[in-house]
């Protein structure tokens, strides 16, 4: 049977131009249908039809655009894609299953064998992970150096050296790299600035408009804000995502249509949530200041952040994520941890919902000793993602925390 369909139509980009970051939230990417809905629909199938043999051969072949098979061509996730390029102010998106599978797609399809990745100390562990242990199988050497030492980037650097890989800020330390200096250098040996912008998300920093080449996010994060999906998503010029959409295509690390409409409606409320989520992160960190067990707070918007005024320059806000030291080791830590009764103690973070986590035992508890050690990983470290909750009930819930040290 042969029949003719109407297209997607999708909203014309150009309707859109010069518009700011908190209209793209809401606009961009849309499509609608025959039907002219007014939100976005869903398309849940793993395939698609054709109206004749030679339209299907046309679409395999690359000849005609369209639709062939969800690993790689789907109209929702498409619609996320789109939305979040248009966010970042880069080219093209593509859509992974996670954040980490983001990452992966990235390297598998920028680098090779006897390339050098030089790769930010404070990253997320299961980033460290896959770059010593997987990458390194396929024959990609990393270096570890400190987020803000500029020497040790230069120094680092080789004629292999085929990326610079960041985090900013930095997960748990919310340590700033300048984000400008890193793409000039990057850029002088033939090399890619790579961005894991999940703290920031483009409302608060947009890391293509500081040089960088490519920007990567856990959209399982603050992209949805309520912790209901896992994904990922790369951004950056039209000719190196044609190389990782080529390898998820092959790989298929694919965002499931349902995932990517969450993600997709998650962003409308982005930009609110994300200031909501820094100025509570901001008064919370100014009262733990405060508080006689604690030894250090880590929060760029703090006027004694080593970088806080780099900060203020490179974003528009200084996000939700902060840590702090308590006085002691991990049984203080745990301690602390265990006395909350709203807060939840979960890894994720970027929920509306405020998380509290001890990092050396979570979320770099796969590195070694001596790598916690070299990232300030300290067994008395707690870090605290600060959801959207009244910031004095927060204040409360922590007091629990404190009031459990004073009575060990």
Partial sequence: MTFRREETVWIPESDLEGMSVDTLAVRAGQMRTGELEHSDPIYPTSSFVYGSAAQAAARFGGDEPGNIYSRFTNPTVQSFERRMAAMEGGERAVA?????????????????SGDHVVCSRGVFGTTNVLFQKYLAKFGVETSFVSLTDDEGWRSAVGENTRMLFIETPSNPLCEVADIRALADLAHSHEALLVVDNCF?????????????????????????????????????????????????????????????????????????????????????AQWLQQQPEVETVFYAGLPEHPQHELAKHQQSGFGGV???????????????????????????????????????????????PEDKSAAGITENLIRISVGVEAVEDLKTDLARGFQALQNQ
């Fill in 322 to 368: 902060l840590s702090f030291r308590v006085e002691g080791g991990r049984e203080e830590a745990w301690s602390f941890i265990d006395a909350t009764r709203m807060v939840s103690i979960t890894a994720n973070l970027g929920d509306v919902k405020t998380t509290i986590t001890h990092p050396a035992t979570t979320t770099h508890g796969r590195l070694s």
């Fill in 200 to 284: 920031c998300t483009p409302v608060l920093q947009r890391p293509l408009e500081h040089g960088a080449d490519v920007v990567i996010h856990s959209a399982t994060k603050y992209l949805d804000g309520q912790g209901r999906c896992v994904g990922g998503v790369v951004v950056g010029p039209e000719k190196l995502m044609e190389e990782v959409y080529g390898f998820l295509r092959s790989a298929g690390p694919t965002l499931s249509p349902f995932n990517a409409w969450v993600f997709h409606k998650g962003l409308e409320t982005l930009p609110i949530r994300m200031r909501a989520h820094c100025e509570n992160a901001l008064e919370l």
């Fill in 96 to 112: 992974t299953a996670s954040g980490m599978a983001a990452i992966l797609s990235t390297c598998m399809a920028l680098l090779k």
